[in-house]
């Protein structure tokens, strides 16, 4: 099998495309950096873009959406993005919070009815923002149930943790959980009157012109969407010998914390919102620099890890996985760079990240040390 996926994977890296404005000898080591990670993990699908300052640097794909029908990603091959959504979410939440629709020190009671139990006071949008609100998490395989039922909205998938116990009273620490931003969506669709994916449209996607970005419904065909592939079983993580396909579960019970699809582009397109005011004003986009201190332990801001490169510059990360999905995205202000990368496949040695992580980043600090950019 090993050498069989090997030989798909360096077949498809023939679909490997690059921006045409940029210096050449800059933009063959970055592919090459690309190249070298996606064959040694012998990755199925890779799709990355880099920008500075809104101006595309690389834009590649690698491998194949599907194997088994020898269909190359392309640029406009829509991947699951999972918990890279949450940055979509919390740009929505601000957008509402600019436009006097809610408050971050709101309770959540307020607007999602019968919830928290108890109707602590404590559980306000800025704590489910910084995950200390102590909503409960269902991580793979924990959510097995879930992956059968569709829900039309957010206020209806709160009942997927309605009559699950708080794991630690509000405000008191941090642990992570994805249903913290389905309680904000559920929030946004009271306030807005509208469902949570025509909220985020007008506020978010259509005003960027995201237009290869939504929320996944599995009810309805989904063009140009990328099949997914493991090495592992899909219950019980155990070292298969043959790849396998993973299904494509219903994801709705998690719209806001992790439901999404998308490109490359257009996650960096959306990553350069934060670079600078614009689609943000300067107040929002400090919101966004900044971690919810008052919120204990917690490396959040509203919907992104908040930190810095190994320069000392400001860093905005997001990350997403579940069984043969990976994401990422990341963006640097002071540097002006934008880099997001995906992929769909949980091969042996890829699991840990190192496509849309180390090997994403190796990318960006490659145009720094040449010199490229601005």
């Not at 099949?227 to 298969?240: M, P």
């Amino acid at each position: 099998m090993r050498g069989a996926l090997l030989t798909a994977v360096l077949l498809g890296a023939a679909s490997a495309c690059v921006a045409q404005d940029t210096p050449s000898a800059d933009t063959d080591r970055a592919l090459e950096i690309a190249r070298e990670v996606h064959e040694r993990l012998e990755n199925v699908g890779y799709q990355l873009h880099v920008s500075n300052r809104g101006q595309t640097v690389l834009d590649a794909q690698l491998g194949f959406a599907r194997l088994e029908d020898s269909v190359p990603v392309a640029a406009d091959t829509r991947f699951l993005i999972m918990s890279v959504t949450k940055p979509f979410t919390g740009a929505a939440l601000v957008k509402a919070v600019t436009a006097g629709l809610l408050d971050p020190d709101d309770p959540i009671s307020e607007h999602v009815r019968d919830y928290p139990p108890g109707r602590d006071p404590n559980m306000t949008l800025r704590s489910l923002a910084a995950h200390t609100a102590g909503a409960p998490h269902f991580g793979h395989p924990a959510r097995k149930a879930l992956y059968v039922q569709h829900f039309s909205t957010a206020t209806e998938a709160i009942a997927a943790i309605r009559d699950s116990a708080l794991t630690h009273d509000p405000g008191t620490a941090y642990e992570y959980s994805s249903s913290n931003y389905n309680l904000i969506a559920a929030a946004l669709e009271r306030v807005s009157g509208q469902p949570f994916a025509v909220f985020l449209d007008s506020a978010v996607l259509a005003p960027l012109g995201l237009g290869d970005t939504e929320l996944l419904n599995v009810q309805r065909p989904t063009p140009r969407l990328a099949r997914n592939y493991t090495l592992f079983d899909l219950w019980t993580y155990a070292d298969l010998d043959e790849l396998q396909i993973v299904p494509t579960w219903d994801y709705s019970f998690n719209p806001a914390g992790g439901g999404m699809i998308s490109t490359a582009s257009d996650l960096a397109r959306f990553g350069e919102a934060f670079l600078e005011p614009g689609f943000f004003s300067e107040e929002e986009l400090e919101l966004f620099y900044t971690l919810i201190s008052a919120d204990p332990g917690s490396p959040w801001s509203y919907g992104w890890f908040v930190g810095e490169t190994d320069r000392g510059t400001r860093q905005l990360r997001i990350s997403g996985a579940t069984q043969g999905v990976m994401a990422s995205l990341y963006v640097w202000p002071a540097e002006g760079l934008v880099g997001a990368a995906i992929v769909n496949s949980w091969t042996r040695e890829a699991r840990d990240g190192e496509l849309v992580f180390a090997g994403l980043e190796r990318i960006m600090s490659a145009y720094l040390a040449a010199g490229a950019i601005d």
